[in-house]
């Protein structure tokens, strides 16, 4: 697509659900970021794809985070037994290097947990 | 890990004003951009700037990778340039790290 493209834009669910958010990286790029960013900060990394491998996933908080990125191109971030503290913006980037280059971010999804 | 800061960490400007913004690392880095997040919360593209110097249009940037620090300078402000400027720096990895940024507020 002609950018990143994230959905849903806002997701407000109630503690203990589980929410899945999605990635729709540039076309072509094979570098895939999730960031997270809490109110009044900067974005805090959570996890790196290369192509469909991921790399690095040291910034999860817990185990009930994980992603996925089964064919090198969309990915999907999962929460599990949501908490209030995971009330959020989660912004994914994707890049056409291998290992930084220049990030492109999409819109963002707020997740609100209630 | 290296660390970014980002001063001011506020800006209020008239319209019209220039104003410069700064970002220290403290490690050296082959990455690095600068982003301004709109009031509606988008992440949007400024420059990237590993090095030397760039403008685009106000706006330009310079990074001196050996002293560790860059500047982005915002000419002429206009009221749509309110909002939060981040600096963001990869030191030999894929990850960036991203300072805490300058909240910017331009009044008309």
């Known amino acids: 697509g002609a950018g990143v493209s994230q959905s849903p834009r806002y997701k407000v669910t109630k503690r203990g659900q589980d929410v899945a958010l999605r990635c729709d990286p540039i076309s072509g790029h094979v570098s895939l970021y999730w960031y997270r960013q809490a109110l009044g900060q900067g974005p805090e990394f959570l996890t790196y794809f290369n192509y469909e491998a991921q790399q690095d996933k040291s910034g999860l908080p817990n185990d009930r985070f994980s992603a996925e990125r089964p064919e090198g191109s969309i990915s999907t971030l999962t929460i599990q037994r949501t908490e209030q503290r995971d009330s959020a913006m989660y912004r994914c980037?994707?890049?056409?290097?291998?290992?930084?280059?220049?990030?492109?971010f999409g819109e963002g999804s707020r997740l609100t947990v209630l | 890990g290296i660390q970014v800061e980002q001063s001011p960490p506020d800006l209020i400007l008239q319209e019209g004003a220039n104003s410069t913004l700064r970002c220290n690392f403290s490690?050296?880095?082959?990455?690095l951009q600068w982003f301004h997040q709109n009031p509606w919360g988008q992440l949007i593209n400024l420059f990237y700037i590993p090095s030397g110097t760039k403008q685009n249009g106000r706006l330009s940037a310079t990074t001196v990778a050996t002293e560790r620090y860059s500047l982005l300078y915002i000419s002429s402000s206009q009221t749509t340039d309110s909002g939060v400027y981040f600096c963001a720096v990869s030191s030999g990895t894929y990850k960036y790290i991203f300072g805490t940024g300058t909240r910017l507020k331009v009044l008309a």
């Open positions: 490690d050296s880095v082959n990455n």
């Open positions: 980037a994707s890049s056409s290097a291998t290992g930084a280059g220049e990030l492109f």
